[in-house]
């Protein structure tokens, strides 16, 4: 019981090919501290001004990722700190970041986030879209920010072979995507998996896996 604890039991269960992102939305800094202490220096929030607040109240070897839909005109906020965006999902979007990278003179990595889920809510691009914002020449202009690898949502379903289904997708478009190599764009991280379909999608090749609840416990 508690949190490191609940910390260390996971690790022990992932590959070593596969990072672990500690999910931290809504919980105190006591609590990430505890995190902190067992060793973990990876955590993911899904607001930037809760992250902000966090990053500057922790150690400075945390690398804090965003997890969550980012609003254009709050990157600014996070560019001078943040280890990677998971959720970018449009070329204006990536534009915001190289521009507020270039301010802090940092080069951001991004996932592009694909859109695997059935419901219509969940944000992310498809095959489509993704293809054409790789071969855009704005794409190639942009030199503060590097897209290292692909992040995706599974349907919130209790159906396993639908959430297998839609991982396996994101993992088809990742080894597609892969051979297309340039100078900001080098795909090596599938963001899939979260509390409760984490093992599955390390089974459908996930290397970074996003846990919260099962870390930390219900959020409110
Ligand atoms: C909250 C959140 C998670 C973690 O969810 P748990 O079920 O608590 O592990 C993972 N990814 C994203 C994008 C989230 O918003």
Same mark, same amino acid.
């Given at each position: ?7 260390? !039991? ?11 992102? $500690?999910?931290?939305?809504? *919980? ?12 973990? /220096? ?11 607040? &966090? =990053?500057?109240?922790?150690? &400075?070897?945390?690398? =804090? ?13 996070? $560019? ?20 507020? $990278?270039?301010?802090?003179? /940092?080069?951001?990595? @991004?996932?592009? !986030? ?26 190639? *202009?942009?030199?503060?920010? /590097? ?6 949502? $599974? ?9 297998? *289904?839609?991982?396996?997708?994101? &993992? ?31 089974? @459908? ?13 219900? /959020?409110?």
């Amino acid at each position: 019981m508690g949190i490191a604890n609940n910390l260390l !039991q996971i690790k022990s269960t992932l590959p070593e090919h596969v990072t672990l992102v $500690a999910v931290s939305k809504t *919980k105190p800094v006591s609590d990430l501290m505890e995190a902190y202490e067992a060793g973990q /220096r990876i955590f993911g929030e899904n607001k930037i001004q809760e992250m902000a607040e &966090k =990053w500057e109240q922790m150690p &400075k070897d945390i690398q =804090w990722h965003m997890i969550g839909h980012v609003q254009t005109n709050k990157v600014k906020f996070m $560019a001078p700190f943040v280890s990677l965006i998971h959720g970018v999902d449009s070329l204006k979007l990536l534009q915001e970041i190289n521009k507020q $990278a270039q301010k802090s003179s /940092r080069i951001i990595d @991004c996932l592009l !986030q694909i859109h695997i889920a059935e419901e219509e809510t969940k944000f992310g691009l498809d095959e489509e879209e993704l293809a054409s914002l790789l071969s855009s020449s704005e794409f190639h *202009k942009m030199k503060n920010i /590097r897209i290292v690898g692909l992040m995706g949502m $599974a349907t919130f379903t209790d159906n396993k072979d639908q959430i297998k *289904k839609e991982f396996l997708h994101l &993992k088809t478009i990742f080894d597609k995507t892969k051979e297309l190599k340039t100078e900001n764009c080098q795909l090596e991280t599938i963001s899939m998996g979260m509390s409760g379909d984490y093992q599955l999608a390390i089974e @459908c090749g996930s290397t970074m896996v996003r846990i919260g609840s099962s870390i930390f416990g219900g /959020r409110n």
